[in-house]
C-alpha cells in the first residue's frame, strides 16, 4: 500500500486543514521572505492517488463466418485496468508582502491494465515528467522544439 494508505481518512483531512491553514498565513510567508531577503516564493500540495478503474470497455473483434465472410462483431468486456493521478497545487508568495499572487492547479492521469506490471514509483514519476514542463511554463515562456509525424 502506498504513504496515503498509512493514514486513515481523519489523519489525512487533518494534514490538508493544516496545509491549507498554512498556506493562508501571510505572515509565515512574509518571515520566510524576509528571510530570503524576499524572493518569490513557489509552495503548494501535491496529491499522489491509486485508482480502480477496472469495468467494462468497448471492444470489437473480426470473426469469420461460415462461408468464410468476416463480420465486425462489437460488444463490451470487463477489463481489470488500474490508474494513478497526480493533482498538484502550487501556490506562487511574494515575500515581501506574505499575499498570494497566482495559484496554479494541474492534474495528470495514467492508466495501466493488467498485464503491465507497474509500480506506483514508476508511475508517480511518469506523471511527474508530465507535469514539470507545464510547471515551468508558467514562471516562464517554453520553446519546444522537434518534429512530429502524424502519418506514416
Do not use: C
Not at 469495468?55 to 470487463?78: A, L
Amino acid at each position: 500500500m502506498g504513504e496515503a494508505g498509512k493514514y486513515n481518512k481523519g489523519e489525512r483531512d487533518q494534514f490538508k486543514l493544516e496545509a491549507d491553514r498554512l498556506l493562508a498565513d501571510a505572515e509565515f510567508w512574509r518571515k520566510i521572505g524576509e528571510e530570503y531577503q524576499q524572493p518569490l516564493i513557489v509552495t503548494g500540495k501535491l496529491g499522489f492517488d491509486v485508482q480502480n478503474r477496472s469495468g467494462f470497455q468497448p471492444d470489437e473483434r473480426v470473426v469469420r463466418q461460415p462461408g468464410g465472410r468476416p463480420q465486425m462483431v462489437r460488444g463490451n468486456r470487463y477489463t481489470e485496468r488500474k490508474g494513478f493521478s497526480l493533482n498538484a497545487d502550487f501556490y506562487f508568495v511574494d515575500g515581501r508582502t506574505g499575499q498570494t499572487l497566482h495559484k496554479e492547479k494541474f492534474t495528470e492521469e495514467v492508466l495501466y491494465g493488467e498485464e503491465q506490471k507497474i509500480s506506483p514509483l514508476s508511475s508517480y514519476f511518469e506523471l511527474m515528467d508530465r507535469l514539470l514542463p507545464n510547471f515551468l511554463g508558467v514562471i516562464s515562456p517554453q520553446k519546444i522544439r522537434g518534429t512530429r509525424v502524424l502519418l506514416k
